[in-house]
């Protein structure tokens, strides 16, 4: 699906009235592609935590079992990157749009058949096998699809909105939290332990086919951005867009993945380790841990674009400095609540932590993508998003299980948390604001 003449020239030469209705159709197709692609991977997660150790690892203590179904959840970080090199290539060759639909497609798929997939006990290790392999597939869909979903929004809209503009992306992600887990807490509320455990968690993933349907007619009705049409228009597209933005701009690829640490990693703890850490206790249920985690992505809606509005008013990196040091304060109190807490202590860190986590999300989207020129922007901003799932998202639930268990105290977690925000904000000291230059201009990316 190549970029046309015709969609070059009507994206280069919008009205402002056609300009008002592309950013709003952007804005929905960003956010509502995003949701739908982290709705079937936070899918993923609670499943990780509830159902597959004991459907995919039956044979293993329940310790193991967890570190089991905690690697299969790293495996997709470890694919994001490759998604991000693979559709960061096309999306700098061909276009933000044609490179979306392909990223919605092979999640929403691969997905649903997580849905129907049988466990062990019906057709043995090729069970886990598969799903490993499921897994892969959505690793790299999710690492081409973000960079994407972020710049459509970024590149139609007025430049001094660009941090609430492409926080709409970012939105995607607590509204997909909110529908995954949301669908799960309320199959698990429903449902005998018997029916979740048998065929009650499968509906949620069947349903991704539904919303694949309303993104890919979202997504076919948007033109291309006019920065990228106008980098087709004048023949500037790079023959090897990621090699560039590689040999180029290492730097912010590298800045970028550091200064995610404290955001990503702690998050996965907050949203996912957290169902298997406070369930040990046994006066919490599974139910009242997704309910608590379902509040706090639902205050998120609120936060990303509030703290991304703001960000366009003040600049990204105070306003990120800000959550990656209150991300470390709140560290040790967080798993002193979770261990010694009653229902309302734990309800309230597990909403509090997700309030840092927007600080950071929301100015992020903006604060990455604005680091690389137009033409290298797709696959630029991809990896340096991306690479940090490799070291900071995708290991974080399993080495909180194994620190954990070698040291006997969640505490050694906390130390873990505090040393990411330690990472950040040496990382978004050392990256160049660029919150307030033009990022249509190559000069502004002149060394």
Not at 157 to 177: E, I, K, M, T, Y
Not at 278 to 286: A, N, T
Not at 288 to 306: C, D, K, S, T
Request: hydrophobic residues 50%; charged residues 15%.
């Amino acid at each position: 699906m190549v970029l046309g003449d015709n969609e070059v020239t009507q994206s280069v030469d919008a009205s402002s009235r056609d300009r008002r209705v592309q950013v709003r159709r952007a804005a929905l197709a960003g956010s509502i592609g995003t949701t739908i692609e982290w709705y079937d991977f936070f899918l993923y997660n609670t499943a990780a935590a509830l159902v597959f150790p004991h459907l995919f690892f039956p044979e293993s203590t329940g310790y193991a079992g967890a570190l089991q179904s905690f690697a299969t959840y790293a495996v997709g970080f470890a694919a994001r990157p490759i998604g991000a090199a693979l559709f960061g290539h096309w999306g700098d060759r061909l276009g933000r749009k044609a490179t979306l639909i392909v990223t919605l497609l092979l999640m929403g798929l691969s997905s649903a058949v997580v849905g129907v997939l049988p466990g062990t006990e019906s057709i043995g290790i090729a069970a886990p096998l598969i799903l490993v392999l499921l897994r892969l597939v959505q690793g790299v869909a999710i690492g081409g699809e973000w960079s994407g979903s972020v710049l459509l929004a970024m590149e139609w809209g007025d430049q001094r909105r660009r941090g609430l503009l492409a926080s709409f992306a970012q939105v995607g992600v607590p509204v997909g939290l909110v529908l995954g887990t949301g669908g799960m807490t309320l199959l698990s509320a429903t449902l005998s332990p018997e029916a979740f455990d048998s065929w009650g968690w499968r509906i949620p993933f069947l349903l991704s086919l539904v919303l694949v349907g309303i993104g890919l007619v979202i997504r076919l009705r948007i033109l291309e951005t006019p920065m990228f049409a106008a980098v087709v228009a004048e023949k500037r597209t790079s023959k090897a867009p990621v090699k560039d933005a590689v040999r180029h701009h290492w730097r912010e690829i590298l800045l970028s993945a550091g200064l995610r640490f404290s955001e990503q990693m702690p998050f996965y703890l907050f949203t996912s380790y957290v169902l298997v850490y406070v369930v040990e206790r046994p006066e919490f249920s599974k139910t009242f841990v997704l309910i608590a985690v379902l509040v706090g992505a639902a205050a998120e809606l609120v936060l990303i674009p509030l703290f991304s509005q703001l960000s366009d008013r003040v600049g990204r990196k105070q306003i990120y400095l800000t959550g990656a040091v209150l991300t470390a304060v709140i560290a040790f109190p967080y798993f002193t609540a979770l261990s010694h807490g009653g229902h309302v202590l734990i309800f309230f860190a597990v909403v509090v932590s997700l309030v840092t986590h927007a600080m950071q999300y929301g100015p992020q989207a903006a604060l990455i993508g604005e680091s690389f020129p137009t033409h290298l922007r797709y696959g630029g901003a991809g990896l340096g998003y991306q690479l940090a799932s490799v070291f900071a998202g995708g290991p974080a639930p399993l080495l909180a299980t194994w620190l954990l268990h070698e040291t006997g105290t969640p505490y050694s977690i906390s130390i873990y948390i505090v040393v990411s925000a330690a990472v950040t904000v040496g990382c978004v000291l050392a990256l160049r604001d660029r919150s307030k230059a033009d990022i249509d201009d190559l000069a502004t990316y002149a060394r």
